[in-house]
């Protein structure tokens, strides 16, 4: 190279004149020289990297900095960095995260003159300390991408790069025997139409390790009991899911399937999933179960002594079907009904008294015990909500605005209430499971961007004031990182739907996007409408989701059956989302029907409903059933007399009781999920409860009443089982309690007693 060839002789001293003059002509000398030798490594360096295939840092650096976890939330991704150094989580950020690589900390973090002496690999291979450990292994295959990449120059792309289009698995389902193990093969598709096998570089996650482990390399592991779980693969920014099913090792004969009776369509898929995985259901229940179970289920009451003994005894001249239909009927006709699943939803619409004020609570609990009441169909009680305008004084679905404020806040919410999809984690990068982006999220959000606000605002702890929720002609989403304004766009498309920013040149209102926000959500073309609503109310009957969490729908969290999950929203749509069909739908399912006594084949399953799953009566319906039980009516601060726990509008009304057993609290934001747990403190409080002790005790209770009645101790026996359990007494129950009242000298305190221990068992305060 010319460069080689000039003349770097060292400066002669004679030919300086001074000392001076000499001395800088050894300086310019040695500039030289050194900027030479940088000049012939960078020849070299080009010279070499020509031969190499170019690297990219978006398809070929980046996948490595994932696999690896430096991008993860525990690592560099974190909202601050480690260290100083900070990568877009899970680099759903390239230019961000490919200018932290190559430009912060002044570049040192690479050294294309000596890739392996860069910041970068010396820290990967914890040849300099790194607080995240070795990473990769000097002379791995990552490490010579990472090596070659630099000795390139870094670039951030390549002339002619394709773009990532989507992954693919091999296989989407297995299959195993308990301990067997099989790879997975995940493929990476070009825009160019070529592959690249990125096993390697993929990331796993079992939903249920017990069930089903994966390692980091993608070999999935079964357990020892059967079951079934989904496996996610994740290679950047694309998610695919396997099924894995751990059937029976011993199957069950096809004609005990066969001969299982059907009520619908719900039986026939639970009984196929069943017989795929050799799961042998539980048998049915007695009828005092299906009614203890039905009523308190639909209106979250128990049934009344009287109740129970018409409808066991009804038992013996009609058919069973028959008296199941119309106890569903009767109780679905009950004015219990609406203030019970009225309660459901105010757990999740309820805000905080201290912030929208407790007139504005009021209205807003009226209001959505009156589209129970009304029966109203679902896709209408979700479209008043979501374009509700007007005073918070008058309409009552306007408190929602009032408390959630800014346009993020009713996006996250409004998303995963209605459709089942959790926003949260796109309004600040893409989402780690599922396909939703930043750019998805402030476009949905930009629907609620005109909601415009009159009156005197919040003043927390007080806020006692009205307001009137408007359509604004102003108002906009910025997207955070760009600073672009967004568009109201919904999340997918659905053919034949307005655009939401389609102007009526002939009205003088603004148009609202929030109407085409609830065209597109209460489409029958948008499936996750109707199933999350029909998942959510299946886990209030069935004891637990068809997906779990109930309002987190992705592909990344399937259902445990999904045929059933389609086919119950599908039903719920032709309905024309009439809620009393759906719950009438499952309740008279045979499914709803099994026992929770477990079979030798099912004792393991929790997500196929061969059994029911037990749970604890929710902390309203235990109340209101001690109450019942008792008959001594329980006293709510600012309520009417003799309201019932289930009536209660907002938890500023105190009540021990409620606490304990979960109650959310509202003046927490978001309000507390309830805890469907049993704790020691329930336990105590239900043992040891001064308030409970005087309602059994009370001068005006049923112990007292049966007492001085004229019953016999068998009577009495009856009527406090019928009460208590809803069912007669079994011979040896009636013999042992018969006598303890017979021969008792204060008949009064046995009766007594006897309540106070059937309202500490199990069989009172859990729902077989």
């Not at 934001?669 to 747990?677: L, M, N």
């Amino acid at each position: 190279m010319c460069i080689i060839a000039q003349d770097l002789t060292p400066p002669d001293r004679q030919s300086c004149p001074t000392r001076v003059d000499f001395m800088l002509t050894i300086i310019r000398h040695c500039r030289n020289s050194f900027w030479l030798a940088l000049s012939i490594a960078a020849s070299l360096v080009s010279a070499s990297a020509a031969a190499e295939v170019p690297l990219s840092f978006e398809l070929d650096i980046q996948p490595i900095l994932s696999a690896q976890s430096c991008n993860s939330g525990a690592c560099h991704g974190k909202q601050r960095g480690q260290n100083g150094f900070q990568l877009s989580l899970l680099g759903f950020d390239p230019e961000f995260d490919h200018a932290a690589v190559t430009r912060e900390a002044r570049g040192r973090r690479i050294f294309p003159a000596s890739p392996e002496n860069s910041l970068l690999l010396l820290k990967a291979t914890a040849e300099l300390p790194h607080g995240g450990g070795r990473k990769i292994e000097r002379g791995s295959e990552d490490y010579q991408m990472l090596k070659q990449w630099i000795r390139q120059g870094a670039p951030r792309r390549v002339e002619g790069e394709p773009v990532l289009e989507k992954v693919t698995l091999e296989r989407t389902s297995f299959s195993l025997s308990p301990k067997e193990s099989q790879p997975l093969r995940v493929t990476a598709h070009y825009s160019d139409q070529s592959t690249r096998d990125v096993t390697r570089l993929a990331t796993y996650l079992s939903n249920d390790d017990a069930i089903v482990s994966v390692d980091a390399n993608g070999v999935i592991q079964a357990g020892d009991l059967p079951g079934e779980t989904a496996v996610m693969a994740r290679y950047m920014y694309h998610i695919e899911v396997v099924n894995v099913a751990i059937p029976q090792t011993e199957p069950l004969p096809a004609s005990l399937f066969e001969s299982l009776p059907r009520n619908g369509f719900i039986d026939e898929l639970v009984y196929e999933k069943l017989q795929s995985l050799g799961i042998e259901p539980s048998s049915v229940v007695d009828d005092h179960v299906f009614l203890r179970r039905a009523s308190l289920d639909l209106i979250g009451r128990l049934p009344t002594a009287e109740e129970a003994r018409e409808f066991l005894d009804g038992s013996e001249s009609e058919s069973p079907a028959d008296l199941r239909a119309q106890l569903v009927d009767r109780l679905l006709e009950r004015p219990e009904f609406a203030d019970h699943w009225a309660g459901y939803w105010a757990d999740l619409l309820r805000p905080n008294p201290y912030r929208v004020g407790i007139k504005a609570v009021m209205n807003y609990d009226n209001w959505i015990r009156q589209q129970f009441r009304d029966n109203a169909p679902y896709d209408t009680f979700v479209r008043q909500l979501v374009t509700a305008k007007g005073s918070t004084w008058q309409n009552g679905a306007a408190t929602l605005y009032r408390d959630r404020r800014s346009p993020d806040e009713v996006a996250t919410m409004v998303s995963q209430l209605f459709l089942g999809i959790r926003l949260d984690c796109a309004k600040c990068h893409h989402h780690p499971f599922e396909k939703w982006s930043q750019q998805n999220f402030y476009e949905f959000a930009a629907f609620f961007s005109k909601v415009g606000h009159k009156g005197t605002g919040l003043s927390p702890p007080i806020s006692g004031g009205e307001e009137v929720v408007y359509t604004s002609t102003r108002g906009s989403v910025r997207h955070p990182l760009t600073q672009e304004q967004m568009t109201p766009t919904p999340l997918f498309e659905i053919a034949g739907l307005d655009d939401a920013n389609t102007t009526d040149a002939s009205s003088e209102e603004p148009v609202d996007p929030r109407d085409a926000l609830a065209d597109w959500m209460t489409s029958t073309d948008n499936e996750f409408f109707a199933q999350v609503q029909v998942n959510r109310t299946w886990a209030m009957l069935l004891g637990r989701g068809l997906v779990e969490p109930v309002d987190d729908l992705r592909s990344t969290n399937p259902a445990t059956n999904p045929a059933l999950l389609n086919a119950l929203a599908a039903d719920f749509q032709a309905s024309g989302y009439d809620f009393k069909h759906l719950l009438k739908t499952i309740t008279l399912s045979r499914v709803y029907l099994h026992s929770s006594e477990p079979t030798a084949s099912n004792v393991g399953d929790h997500s196929n409903y061969s059994r029911h799953y037990r749970r604890r009566l929710r902390a309203e319906v235990l109340l209101d059933a001690v109450a019942d039980v008792t008959e001594v009516p329980e006293a709510f601060q600012g309520m009417p007399p003799e309201s019932r726990a289930n009536q209660v509008w907002t938890t500023r009304v105190n009540s021990i009781f409620l606490d304990t057993f979960g109650r959310p609290n509202e003046n927490q934001d978001p309000p507390c999920e309830r805890t469907p747990e049993s704790t020691v403190t329930q336990a105590l409080h239900l043992m040891n409860s001064q308030q409970l002790d005087q309602r059994v005790r009370s001068d005006n209770g049923r112990a007292a009443r049966l007492a001085s009645s004229e019953m016999t101790a068998q009577q009495i026996v009856d009527e406090l089982y019928l009460s208590v359990f809803s069912r007669y007494p079994v011979a040896s129950e009636q013999a042992y309690a018969a006598k303890l009242i017979t021969e008792a000298t204060d008949r009064r305190s046995v009766i007594e007693d006897i309540m106070w221990a059937m309202l500490n068992s199990p069989e009172f305060s859990i729902l077989n």
